[in-house]
Protein backbone atom coordinates (compact mmCIF):
# COMPACT_ATOMS: atom_id res chain seq x y z
CA UNK A 1 0.00 0.00 0.00
CA UNK A 2 1.80 3.34 -0.99
CA UNK A 3 2.42 6.08 1.60
CA UNK A 4 0.25 9.11 2.06
CA UNK A 5 0.81 12.67 3.33
CA UNK A 6 -1.59 15.13 4.89
CA UNK A 7 -1.26 18.49 6.09
CA UNK A 8 -3.60 20.80 8.55
CA UNK A 9 -3.07 24.12 8.53
CA UNK A 10 -5.74 27.11 9.33
CA UNK A 11 -5.03 31.35 9.47
CA UNK A 12 -7.38 31.05 12.26
CA UNK A 13 -4.83 29.02 14.28
CA UNK A 14 -1.77 30.36 13.03
CA UNK A 15 0.52 28.38 16.41
CA UNK A 16 -0.36 24.82 14.99
CA UNK A 17 0.41 23.08 12.33
CA UNK A 18 -0.44 19.13 11.93
CA UNK A 19 0.59 16.39 9.82
CA UNK A 20 -0.83 12.88 8.90
CA UNK A 21 1.51 10.00 7.62
CA UNK A 22 0.03 6.94 7.08
CA UNK A 23 2.00 3.70 5.66
CA UNK A 24 5.42 5.80 5.59
CA UNK A 25 8.94 4.44 4.88
CA UNK A 26 10.40 7.81 4.57
CA UNK A 27 13.55 8.25 7.08
CA UNK A 28 14.79 11.63 8.73
CA UNK A 29 17.93 13.05 9.28
CA UNK A 30 18.72 14.32 12.70
CA UNK A 31 17.07 17.47 12.95
CA UNK A 32 15.50 20.56 14.79
CA UNK A 33 12.51 22.61 15.02
CA UNK A 34 11.77 26.18 15.90
CA UNK A 35 8.49 24.49 17.12
CA UNK A 36 7.09 22.72 20.26
CA UNK A 37 6.71 19.21 18.39
CA UNK A 38 4.45 16.51 19.56
CA UNK A 39 4.17 13.20 17.87
CA UNK A 40 2.29 9.76 18.23
CA UNK A 41 2.51 6.66 16.76
CA UNK A 42 -0.33 5.12 15.11
CA UNK A 43 0.78 1.74 13.65
CA UNK A 44 4.04 -0.30 13.31
CA UNK A 45 7.20 0.06 15.24
CA UNK A 46 10.19 3.07 14.86
CA UNK A 47 13.30 4.19 16.98
CA UNK A 48 13.55 7.71 18.34
CA UNK A 49 16.74 9.47 18.50
CA UNK A 50 17.32 12.33 20.69
CA UNK A 51 20.29 14.46 20.25
CA UNK A 52 22.67 12.67 22.73
CA UNK A 53 22.58 9.01 23.49
CA UNK A 54 18.88 7.82 24.22
CA UNK A 55 17.24 5.73 21.77
CA UNK A 56 13.79 4.81 22.70
CA UNK A 57 11.49 2.11 20.70
CA UNK A 58 8.35 3.48 19.90
CA UNK A 59 5.52 0.96 19.20
CA UNK A 60 1.43 1.67 18.71
CA UNK A 61 0.07 4.43 21.14
CA UNK A 62 3.34 5.86 21.74
CA UNK A 63 3.86 9.79 22.22
CA UNK A 64 6.96 12.00 22.29
CA UNK A 65 7.38 15.48 23.15
CA UNK A 66 9.97 17.43 21.56
CA UNK A 67 11.13 20.56 22.52
CA UNK A 68 11.79 23.68 20.26
CA UNK A 69 15.36 23.30 19.22
CA UNK A 70 15.99 19.46 20.50
CA UNK A 71 17.82 17.53 18.02
CA UNK A 72 16.13 14.92 17.24
CA UNK A 73 15.24 11.71 14.53
CA UNK A 74 12.46 9.57 14.26
CA UNK A 75 12.58 6.58 12.08
CA UNK A 76 10.76 3.06 10.88
CA UNK A 77 11.75 -0.15 11.66
CA UNK A 78 14.20 -1.25 8.80
CA UNK A 79 12.35 -2.24 5.91
CA UNK A 80 8.95 -1.71 7.39
CA UNK A 81 6.51 0.74 7.19
CA UNK A 82 4.91 2.93 9.72
CA UNK A 83 1.89 5.33 10.34
CA UNK A 84 2.37 8.48 12.38
CA UNK A 85 0.76 11.76 13.37
CA UNK A 86 2.59 15.11 14.53
CA UNK A 87 1.69 18.19 15.52
CA UNK A 88 4.02 21.40 15.19
CA UNK A 89 3.02 24.36 18.40
CA UNK A 90 4.61 27.63 18.22
CA UNK A 91 7.20 27.71 21.06
CA UNK A 92 6.63 31.43 22.33
CA UNK A 93 2.75 30.69 22.17
CA UNK A 94 2.90 27.37 24.22
CA UNK A 95 4.91 29.24 26.58
CA UNK A 96 2.32 31.71 26.99
CA UNK A 97 -0.60 29.06 27.29
CA UNK A 98 0.88 25.79 28.89
CA UNK A 99 4.31 26.72 30.28
CA UNK A 100 4.85 23.70 31.96
CA UNK A 101 5.43 21.96 29.17
CA UNK A 102 8.59 24.39 27.76
CA UNK A 103 11.14 22.01 29.36
CA UNK A 104 14.65 21.24 27.66
CA UNK A 105 14.00 17.56 27.47
CA UNK A 106 12.36 15.24 25.34
CA UNK A 107 9.89 12.23 26.82
CA UNK A 108 8.98 9.80 25.75
CA UNK A 109 4.99 8.49 26.72
CA UNK A 110 3.01 5.06 27.27
CA UNK A 111 -0.20 6.57 28.03
CA UNK A 112 -3.54 5.19 26.27
CA UNK A 113 -5.48 7.37 27.09
CA UNK A 114 -3.41 10.12 26.34
CA UNK A 115 -2.68 8.34 22.49
CA UNK A 116 -6.64 8.71 22.28
CA UNK A 117 -7.45 12.13 23.17
CA UNK A 118 -4.66 13.10 20.90
CA UNK A 119 -6.26 11.25 18.20
CA UNK A 120 -9.51 12.94 18.71
CA UNK A 121 -8.13 16.35 18.84
CA UNK A 122 -6.44 16.18 15.52
CA UNK A 123 -9.00 14.25 14.08
CA UNK A 124 -11.16 17.38 14.62
CA UNK A 125 -8.14 19.90 13.83
CA UNK A 126 -8.70 18.19 10.00
CA UNK A 127 -12.45 18.16 10.67
CA UNK A 128 -14.65 21.61 9.52
CA UNK A 129 -15.09 22.22 13.06
CA UNK A 130 -15.09 25.91 13.92
CA UNK A 131 -11.89 27.25 14.89
CA UNK A 132 -12.81 28.25 18.30
CA UNK A 133 -13.65 24.17 18.58
CA UNK A 134 -10.40 23.31 17.55
CA UNK A 135 -8.28 25.57 20.05
CA UNK A 136 -10.16 24.71 23.39
CA UNK A 137 -9.66 20.67 22.29
CA UNK A 138 -5.90 21.70 21.85
CA UNK A 139 -5.39 23.62 24.93
CA UNK A 140 -7.02 20.27 26.54
CA UNK A 141 -4.73 18.24 25.31
CA UNK A 142 -2.15 20.39 26.11
CA UNK A 143 -2.77 20.42 29.52
CA UNK A 144 -3.51 16.77 29.91
CA UNK A 145 0.21 16.26 28.33
CA UNK A 146 1.30 18.61 31.09
CA UNK A 147 -0.15 16.34 33.88
CA UNK A 148 1.32 13.61 32.14
CA UNK A 149 4.98 15.00 32.00
CA UNK A 150 4.83 16.09 35.52
CA UNK A 151 3.76 12.90 37.10
CA UNK A 152 6.62 10.88 35.12
CA UNK A 153 4.75 7.52 35.16
CA UNK A 154 5.57 5.93 32.50
CA UNK A 155 7.58 8.43 30.54
CA UNK A 156 11.27 8.42 29.81
CA UNK A 157 13.30 11.53 29.46
CA UNK A 158 16.17 12.27 27.23
CA UNK A 159 18.73 14.72 27.24
CA UNK A 160 18.21 17.92 24.66
CA UNK A 161 20.53 20.19 22.79
CA UNK A 162 17.98 22.46 24.01
CA UNK A 163 20.06 23.39 26.65
CA UNK A 164 22.56 26.53 27.01
CA UNK A 165 25.19 26.93 24.23
CA UNK A 166 28.77 26.97 25.65
CA UNK A 167 29.45 30.80 25.89
CA UNK A 168 32.39 30.61 23.44
CA UNK A 169 30.18 29.12 20.84
CA UNK A 170 27.43 31.45 20.78
CA UNK A 171 28.82 34.00 18.18
CA UNK A 172 29.06 31.15 15.93
CA UNK A 173 25.70 30.12 16.43
CA UNK A 174 24.38 33.99 16.04
CA UNK A 175 26.03 33.68 12.82
CA UNK A 176 24.67 30.98 11.74
CA UNK A 177 20.75 32.23 12.89
CA UNK A 178 21.19 35.35 11.01
CA UNK A 179 23.34 34.81 7.82
CA UNK A 180 22.24 31.70 5.65
CA UNK A 181 25.28 31.44 3.48
CA UNK A 182 27.46 31.88 6.39
CA UNK A 183 31.01 30.17 5.70
CA UNK A 184 32.73 27.48 7.77
CA UNK A 185 35.96 29.11 7.59
CA UNK A 186 34.01 32.65 9.10
CA UNK A 187 32.10 30.71 11.72
CA UNK A 188 35.66 29.62 12.73
CA UNK A 189 37.13 33.10 12.96
CA UNK A 190 34.15 34.16 14.93
CA UNK A 191 35.54 31.95 17.73
CA UNK A 192 39.29 31.84 17.48
CA UNK A 193 39.02 28.29 16.44
CA UNK A 194 40.31 26.13 13.42
CA UNK A 195 37.73 24.54 11.51
CA UNK A 196 38.24 21.37 12.70
CA UNK A 197 37.76 22.13 15.92
CA UNK A 198 34.59 23.98 15.45
CA UNK A 199 33.07 21.26 13.94
CA UNK A 200 34.03 19.04 17.04
CA UNK A 201 32.54 21.32 19.90
CA UNK A 202 29.78 22.67 17.92
CA UNK A 203 28.64 18.96 17.45
CA UNK A 204 29.37 17.80 20.89
CA UNK A 205 27.25 20.75 21.94
CA UNK A 206 24.31 20.64 19.43
CA UNK A 207 24.42 16.99 18.18
CA UNK A 208 25.33 18.88 14.26
CA UNK A 209 27.97 19.91 12.32
CA UNK A 210 27.78 23.70 11.54
CA UNK A 211 26.94 22.69 8.24
CA UNK A 212 24.23 20.57 9.47
CA UNK A 213 23.10 23.22 11.72
CA UNK A 214 22.83 25.70 8.78
CA UNK A 215 21.00 22.91 6.13
CA UNK A 216 17.94 22.52 9.13
CA UNK A 217 17.95 26.39 9.87
CA UNK A 218 17.51 26.60 6.32
CA UNK A 219 14.82 24.24 5.62
CA UNK A 220 12.89 25.55 8.61
CA UNK A 221 13.29 29.11 6.71
CA UNK A 222 11.79 27.34 3.60
CA UNK A 223 9.26 25.78 5.37
CA UNK A 224 7.99 29.26 6.68
CA UNK A 225 8.39 30.61 2.72
CA UNK A 226 6.36 27.79 1.77
CA UNK A 227 3.49 29.37 3.52
CA UNK A 228 3.77 32.43 1.08
CA UNK A 229 3.48 32.62 -2.60
CA UNK A 230 7.01 33.14 -3.12
CA UNK A 231 8.56 30.43 -6.08
CA UNK A 232 10.11 27.28 -4.76
CA UNK A 233 13.04 28.45 -7.04
CA UNK A 234 13.36 32.04 -5.68
CA UNK A 235 13.37 30.11 -1.70
CA UNK A 236 16.02 27.89 -2.91
CA UNK A 237 17.91 30.87 -3.96
CA UNK A 238 17.69 33.53 -1.26
CA UNK A 239 18.76 30.17 0.84
CA UNK A 240 21.95 29.57 -0.74
CA UNK A 241 21.22 26.48 -2.21
CA UNK A 242 22.39 25.64 -5.63
CA UNK A 243 19.45 25.16 -7.53
CA UNK A 244 15.52 23.96 -7.16
CA UNK A 245 16.37 20.94 -7.03
CA UNK A 246 19.25 20.46 -4.38
CA UNK A 247 16.56 22.39 -1.76
CA UNK A 248 14.13 19.52 -2.88
CA UNK A 249 16.59 16.81 -1.96
CA UNK A 250 17.68 18.61 1.46
CA UNK A 251 13.86 19.50 2.20
CA UNK A 252 12.37 15.93 1.87
CA UNK A 253 15.86 14.41 3.51
CA UNK A 254 14.58 16.40 6.39
CA UNK A 255 10.73 16.05 6.60
CA UNK A 256 9.93 13.38 4.49
CA UNK A 257 8.09 14.76 1.41
CA UNK A 258 9.12 18.01 -1.47
CA UNK A 259 8.48 21.41 -0.67
CA UNK A 260 5.53 21.19 -3.18
CA UNK A 261 3.68 18.79 -1.60
CA UNK A 262 4.41 20.51 1.79
CA UNK A 263 2.86 23.74 0.27
CA UNK A 264 -0.03 21.95 -1.39
Known sequence: MPGTTAFWRDPALPHV??????HSRACYKPH??????????????????G??????PLSNGSLVLVPAGCVHACNPL??????????????????????QLCANNASVLHAPALYAQFCAMNALLFSPAPAADKQAALLAFLHACASASA???G????????????????????????????SLEHLA???GMSRFQLIRAFRTATGMTPHAYQLNLNVNRAREGLHTSSAVADIAYALGFADQSHLQRVFKAHTGITPGRYRA
Open 32 to 49: SHPTYSIGAVDAGGSIFT
Open 155 to 182: ATCLPSTAAIIPTHLRPALAALQAQPLA
Open 51 to 56: SKDGKV
Open 78 to 99: PGAPWSYQMLHLDAQWLQTQVP
Open 189 to 191: QLV
Open 151 to 153: SAS
Open 17 to 22: ESRRAC
